[in-house]
């Protein structure tokens, strides 16, 4: 016999004692999905027979499976379950999880029961227990089904145990297996002739009958589209947008879910008594006037869609009303209505309608959930979910997401079909676009980025970047971007360096990436310049008095009040007498730099911490190298101490003389420089997309317009395949850092770059070997210490680099498109949070 089980179910296996539960179970299950409840007496009580100890067993028992069953494992309960009450308690705990009871009851005469307790010296307690649990049994047979399984298996006599096999049945909601592209349509309610505009402006070739009606869809490149629900009700022809989308589901070339109108439709079809309101008086009077076989097929259709799908590998969830993580691949009635009707705080709005719970603001699920339900003017997303429903039927659109390329396609109603009760552009409650609130950054959150996905902020992290943001950080309206960590390149291998530009080179050509730019490292602090034509731009734009902000990779002001000012202008006049404002046709300019001198914003930093190691060392080793060079000429065997002091002598030379290259006084404005190498956004734009070299082209105007304060960023082209290229590449280098410079950026010439595995890295940083002393120490270079540092780990730099560049782009975007502040800082934020050390967010 072939006993199919759903493959997320919770398996009660029903017998009396003797009737061979544990064998069946050992024999088709695996050890870890059996709980026995057996075994967890001599958990609780070291004796598996002690019938005291039930009621605690039972207890952990039930602790068990409920964590195993919410991790969505199939369990399986070992114990005779002949009792109703007792059965119940399990029916109970899958319902709170969401997941199908199934019971499999082996039913065996009571004599073979009673002889198997007889051999096992554990079991003495005679035929009377067996007799009473085969009376349970008998009372229990008719009653399974009413009980609330989903399924029930009976085995009568060990031939059919003996006979028996288990099989997995896929659930009716996992499609995990499909994988797109989709195209994932919103609410249509009966708005044909927009269904099949848009269908058409997605790509797909329609297909229609003998009375030219749209029966199928189908797209060239294979794609499918995907239906969220409520293709009934309040439009001019249900009929037809049924017809079209029964005839694309059957033909493979769709996929639908239902709605709550689908639901109420098959109600109304099927004689029950429902009020006829909120369009369906429409559908009822539209399906009328077809044929019976048709109102047959719509029933069977509408009666036959699941609450929800989940596909590609679990990435994507489609749900009339939304779906929380904790419900997606479930089945109960609870996920159900919450799929097609959602959660309501009980209040009702100002028009009587209720107050829907705001699911998705508390969503941090993994997976993206495409829902409809509620209409909106726009879809957008909100923590990895978006609602579809542009409210077509309403006069609105109609709205389709490509998947996976998040691409959003509409069309627009041809007329307000039917009244809305509630205006559209009230569905949501309005929220002032400067204002933040702690809940967009505190807790674990995720922020939805275009070019690499979903990435976590963990709450312990939050909670220090909310400290630093909230204590220091300038005025978050100025602050649209904190620039991303950067990785160095792969440790050399040669013995004199740490870092080399070969690694670099090679790094990037692995990755498909054949030009590289070289650019020069300035040693410096980075420096984000957001500038405004005027202050009415500052104020009009982002809401605070002012031409711009100048501010540190931790979003601190870089200068206090007049200088910042007097900063701001020179900027400002710059990019004025460049013809940038026009050119770019904008009124804000936000830019990418390094500020010289480093001495400049890291005076206190140079002074504390690099000169006191640098003023120890040459105090101190001159003296102990003259010491032991006495010791030495009186005869004293001390030439390996001095001769690593001698060399702790020069490491600490060369260690001053490192730090103090990039330091020189300044005075107010003289002696600051900027070196501007990416222009990052400005007025509905960005520029990740622009080449390297035309960026640096932006910069040489600057400099061009003031060169007392704008700086060259020295760079050379290289070619990853070309030894002559790459040998002039090297050679740069070695000058540069010869003479004394910091070394270089490599970075993919085309600038934003995605390869086979995703993003290519935006740069990675080559070193040169004696500035490398400010990093790792005077005395790094030692063979020992060199030998040490070479094990280090980058991979972990590499991964955050590329989720702070991939943040920081979005909060770019945000930035240009004008979207609401909290949607800019959100990215902002989670840089800072991925930069901060973890601190107990309870503290």
């Known amino acids: 016999m072939e006993l199919s089980i759903p493959d997320l179910s919770l398996v009660?296996?029903?017998?009396?004692?003797?009737?061979?539960?544990?064998?069946?179970?050992?024999?088709?299950?695996?050890?870890?999905?059996?709980?026995?409840?057996?075994?967890?007496?001599?958990?609780?009580?070291?004796?598996?027979?002690?019938?005291?100890?039930?009621?605690?067993?039972?207890?952990?028992?039930?602790?068990?499976?409920?964590?195993?069953?919410?991790?969505?494992?199939?369990?399986?309960?070992?114990?005779?379950?002949?009792?109703?009450?007792?059965?119940?308690?399990?029916?109970?705990?899958?319902?709170?999880?969401?997941v199908l009871p199934v019971a499999i009851v082996l039913d065996l005469p009571e004599d073979v029961c009673v002889s198997r307790n007889a051999e096992r010296p554990d079991r003495d307690f005679g035929a009377r227990v067996v007799r009473r649990h085969q009376a349970d049994l008998r009372k229990s047979?008719?009653?399974?089904?009413?009980?609330?399984?989903?399924?029930?298996?009976?085995?009568?006599?060990?031939?059919?145990?003996?006979?028996?096999?288990?099989?997995?049945?896929?659930?009716?909601?996992?499609?995990?297996?499909?994988?797109?592209?989709?195209?994932?349509?919103?609410?249509?309610?009966?708005?044909?002739?927009?269904?099949?505009?848009?269908?058409?402006?997605?790509?797909?070739?329609?297909?229609?009958?003998?009375?030219?009606?749209?029966?199928?869809?189908?797209?060239?490149?294979?794609?499918?589209?995907?239906?969220?629900?409520?293709?009934?009700?309040?439009?001019?022809?249900?009929?037809?947008?049924?017809?079209?989308?029964?005839?694309?589901?059957?033909?493979?070339?769709?996929?639908?879910?239902?709605?709550?109108?689908?639901?109420?439709?098959?109600?109304?079809?099927?004689?029950?008594?429902?009020?006829?309101?909120?369009?369906?008086?429409?559908?009822?009077?539209?399906?009328?006037?077809?044929?019976?076989?048709f109102r047959r097929d719509v029933e069977a259709f509408c009666y036959d869609l699941v609450s929800h799908y989940v596909l590609d590998g679990g990435a994507l969830v489609l749900a009339h009303a939304g779906l929380p993580e904790n419900y997606h691949g479930r089945a109960s009635g609870r996920v159900r209505s919450f799929a097609l009707?959602?959660?309501?705080?009980?209040?009702?709005?100002?028009?009587?309608?209720?107050?829907?719970?705001?699911?998705?603001?508390?969503?941090?699920?993994?997976?993206?959930?495409?829902?409809?339900?509620?209409?909106?003017?726009?879809?957008?997303?909100?923590?990895?979910?978006?609602?579809?429903?542009?409210?077509?039927?309403?006069?609105?659109?109609?709205?389709?997401?490509?998947?996976?390329?998040?691409?959003?396609?509409s069309v627009p109603a041809h007329q307000v079909w039917y009244e809305p009760v509630r205006p559209l552009a009230s569905t949501a409650p309005a929220r002032d676009e400067r204002v933040l609130n702690l809940s967009d950054v505190a807790g674990n959150r995720t922020v939805e980025t275009g070019h690499h996905g979903r990435i976590s902020v963990r709450a312990e992290h939050s909670a220090a970047a909310l400290e630093v943001m909230s204590r220091f950080a300038i005025d978050p309206r100025w602050l649209a971007y904190l620039p991303p960590t950067m990785s160095p390149t792969a440790t050399s291998t040669r013995d004199d360096v740490l870092e080399h530009p070969a690694e670099a080179f090679a790094g990037f050509r692995g990755a498909g990436v054949q030009t590289v730019l070289c650019e020069e490292k300035h040693m410096g602090s980075r420096a984000v310049v957001l500038v405004c034509r005027d202050a009415g731009v500052g104020l009009a734009r982002f809401g605070v008095e002012g031409v711009g902000a100048v501010h540190t990779r931790t979003g601190r002001a870089f200068f206090p009040g007049e200088l910042g000012e007097a900063f701001l202008d020179r900027v400002r006049a710059a990019v004025t007498a460049a013809g940038l404002w026009d050119e770019l046709a904008t009124g804000w300019l936000l830019l990418d730099a390094e500020l010289l001198p480093w001495s400049a914003k890291a005076g206190g930093l140079i002074r504390e911490q690099y000169a006191s190691v640098g003023a120890a060392a040459g105090a101190a080793l001159p003296k102990a190298v003259d010491a032991l060079t006495a010791a030495t000429a009186r005869g004293v065997d001390v030439a390996d101490l001095l001769?690593?002091?001698?060399?702790?002598?020069?490491?600490?030379?060369?260690?001053?003389?490192?730090?103090?290259?990039?330091?020189?006084?300044?005075?107010?404005?003289?002696?600051?420089?900027?070196?501007?190498?990416?222009?990052?956004?400005?007025?509905?734009?960005?520029?990740?997309?622009?080449?390297?070299?035309?960026?640096?082209?932006?910069?040489?105007?600057?400099?061009?317009?003031?060169?007392?304060?704008?700086?060259?960023?020295?760079?050379?082209?290289?070619?990853?395949?070309?030894?002559g290229s790459l040998a002039a590449g090297t050679a740069w280098w070695e000058e540069m850092t010869g003479a004394g410079g910091e070394g270089v950026v490599v970075k993919p010439l085309a600038n934003l770059v995605r390869g086979p595995r995703g993003l290519v890295q935006p740069g990675v940083k080559v070193r040169g070997r004696e500035y490398l002393r400010i990093i790792y120490g005077p005395d790094y270079t030692e063979t020992a210490n060199l030998d040490r540092l070479r094990t280090r780990s980058l991979g972990g730099k590499r991964s955050l680099a590329l989720r702070e560049y991939a943040l920081g782009l979005e909060g770019l975007r945000r930035v240009a498109a004008g979207e609401p502040l909290w949607r800019v800082h959100e990215c902002v934020f989670a840089v800072l949070a991925l930069e901060s050390e973890p601190v107990d967010p309870r503290l």
């Open 341 to 409: 009707y959602g959660d309501t705080t009980g209040e009702t709005d100002e028009f009587g309608l209720p107050v829907r719970y705001p699911w998705a603001n508390d969503y941090r699920g993994k997976a993206m959930v495409l829902y409809g339900h509620t209409p909106v003017p726009d879809a957008e997303w909100v923590n990895g979910t978006m609602c579809l429903d542009t409210g077509v039927v309403f006069g609105g659109k109609l709205t389709a997401l490509r998947y996976p390329e998040k691409e959003l396609v």
């Open 141 to 293: 047979l008719r009653h399974l089904g009413k009980e609330g399984f989903r399924k029930v298996h009976v085995l009568r006599g060990q031939a059919e145990v003996d006979a028996a096999s288990i099989t997995y049945e896929r659930m009716l909601n996992d499609l995990r297996h499909e994988t797109g592209p989709f195209d994932v349509v919103g609410d249509v309610h009966g708005c044909r002739a927009e269904l099949e505009e848009l269908l058409s402006e997605l790509g797909y070739a329609l297909t229609r009958d003998a009375e030219g009606r749209a029966v199928d869809a189908a797209h060239p490149a294979g794609r499918r589209a995907a239906f969220v629900g409520d293709l009934v009700d309040r439009g001019p022809d249900t009929p037809g947008v049924l017809r079209l989308v029964m005839g694309m589901v059957r033909a493979g070339h769709a996929f639908a879910v239902s709605g709550n109108h689908e639901h109420k439709l098959v109600q109304a079809l099927r004689g029950r008594k429902v009020k006829v309101a909120h369009g369906l008086g429409e559908s009822l009077a539209q399906l009328a006037e077809e044929p019976a076989e």
């Open 643 to 723: 001769a690593r002091t001698t060399s702790r002598e020069a490491n600490g030379a060369a260690y001053r003389e490192a730090y103090r290259r990039y330091c020189w006084d300044t005075d107010g404005m003289d002696g600051l420089r900027l070196a501007p190498f990416q222009l990052l956004a400005s007025e509905g734009r960005t520029f990740e997309a622009l080449e390297h070299p035309w960026h640096l082209g932006i910069a040489a105007r600057l400099r061009a317009a003031d060169p007392d304060l704008f700086t060259e960023t020295r760079n050379l082209v290289v070619d990853t395949t070309d030894e």
């Open 12 to 98: 009660v296996l029903v017998g009396a004692s003797g009737s061979g539960k544990s064998t069946f179970a050992a024999r088709h299950f695996l050890p870890t999905q059996v709980l026995s409840s057996d075994y967890f007496r001599g958990l609780v009580a070291d004796d598996e027979n002690d019938q005291s100890a039930s009621g605690d067993a039972f207890d952990v028992l039930h602790y068990v499976a409920g964590k195993r069953l919410a991790a969505g494992r199939v369990t399986v309960i070992d114990a005779t379950n002949v009792q109703q009450h007792v059965r119940a308690r399990l029916v109970a705990l899958a319902r709170e999880h969401n």
